[in-house]
């Protein structure tokens, strides 16, 4: 559970940082912008933290451009699914068994706690490099994330999480190396 609640720890001290006028800056992750990439996580949030619950929680629109999700207090919002994700995988049980995201796709929740340890944490880059914020993360996360990343690119890529690998050094930081198994060139700008 420390390393989910350090990623939405990340996610938020960079959401704080996010004026207005950045949210058309483009990120690192090829379909969105800041607006749009704030609005996919606004999107999926409650389905994260609904399978923590293991329950469904209905999408509020068919797809997450069928509507402007950053309108009114977008930041409040983002910060308030951060803690509600948190919590909803704070209890052993929530790693127990196996869960979805509201689609007929059951993982088990292990996998699913570590995709979305990954998901906040490499959104997180995204929006941090877009911006300009400096994004520090724990040497024990990087760990984690390497060592869950590696396991499960491929079926990542296959459910099109990730893009095709960009191919970084082998003693590049190990933030580098999650990046490029991602798909996003950790050089960036």
């Known amino acids: 559970m420390s390393h989910l609640s350090t990623a939405a720890e990340a996610m938020a001290a960079v959401a704080h940082t996010i004026t207005d006028d950045q949210l058309a800056n483009k990120t690192p992750c090829t379909e969105y912008d800041v607006r749009a990439l704030v609005n996919h996580l606004l999107f999926w949030g409650p389905s994260l933290a ?44 929530a790693w127990e068994g196996e869960t979805s995201m509201g ?47 590696f396991a499960g690119v491929e079926q990542g890529r296959e459910m099109g999480l990730y893009g095709p690998e960009v191919v970084v050094p082998a003693d590049a930081p190990a933030l580098d190396r999650i990046l490029g198994l991602t798909g996003r060139d950790p050089a960036w700008t």
């Not at 069928?66 to 699914?81: C, E, M, N």
């Not at 040497?139 to 984690?144: G, K, P, V, W």
């Open 50 to 93: 609904g399978a923590g619950r293991k329950e469904s929680v209905p999408q509020p629109a068919a797809t997450e451009s069928d509507v402007d999700l950053t309108a009114g207090d977008w930041r409040g919002r983002l910060l308030t699914l951060l803690n509600d994700i948190t919590s909803s995988w704070a209890p052993p049980s």
């Open 103 to 149: 689609t007929p796709h059951m993982l088990p929740a292990p996998v699913m706690g570590a995709m979305i340890v990954g998901e906040l944490t490499v959104h997180s880059w995204d929006l941090a490099v877009a911006t300009g914020y400096r994004l520090d993360l724990p040497a024990d996360l990087l760990a984690h994330l390497h060592d869950t990343m």
